[in-house]
């Protein structure tokens, strides 16, 4: 299926060629969408932790970043995270749009967590949920295999409700 692209989603960034410069580019959205004015979540605020590596906020290379191979600690540019960096901030704001599913989801541990995608257009975000409202950010990615995607439907159908 092909979906045309909401009018509130903003353009993908140009990742090509590939230079430093790209990198500080993307900062900068980061630090406009998620540092300068915080994101809220249907009217929670969205935090993250204030961790830097490499001079730049932890989360921010989860952003943009992959772990490759998984779980080895190296972590690579990911183009196809990177160029829908744009995008989180504006999946936030519209989550009740009807491109969007969000929900809640209880894991194994007892952790809620809290699922933002773009279905058609493979682009995940997740947070952390508190008590008091609150969402932390984790991750947010682009969508490579089915089996994600089948796994994410079926977090969709086993969600909280109420």
């Known amino acids: 299926m092909t979906a045309q692209s ?35 979540y249907l009217g ?3 935090w993250f932790f204030p961790e830097k590596e490499r001079g730049k906020e932890l989360i921010f290379w989860h952003l943009v970043e992959r772990e490759d191979p998984p779980y080895s600690g190296n972590r690579l540019p990911d183009f196809r995270r990177s160029e829908r960096l744009p995008w989180a901030r504006a ?16 894991e194994g541990d007892g952790d809620i967590r809290t699922y933002v995608w773009l279905q058609y257009f493979d682009y995940l975000i997740v947070m ?3 008590k008091d409202g609150r969402r932390r950010l984790i991750t947010a990615h682009w969508l490579e295999y089915d089996s994600k995607r089948r796994n994410l439907l079926k977090k969709f ?5 109420g």
């Open 91 to 106: 999946m936030l704001d519209n989550a009740r749009e009807p491109e969007v599913l969000a929900w809640d989801y209880e």
């Open 128 to 130: 952390k949920r508190y």
């Open 44 to 46: 929670h605020e969205v």
């Open 6 to 40: 909401p009018v509130w989603l903003p353009a993908m960034f140009p990742m090509s060629p590939w230079s430093e410069a790209v990198m500080e580019s993307l900062y900068a959205i980061f630090l406009r969408d998620f540092v300068h004015t915080p994101a809220r």
């Open 157 to 161: 159908q086993k969600r909280i409700t």
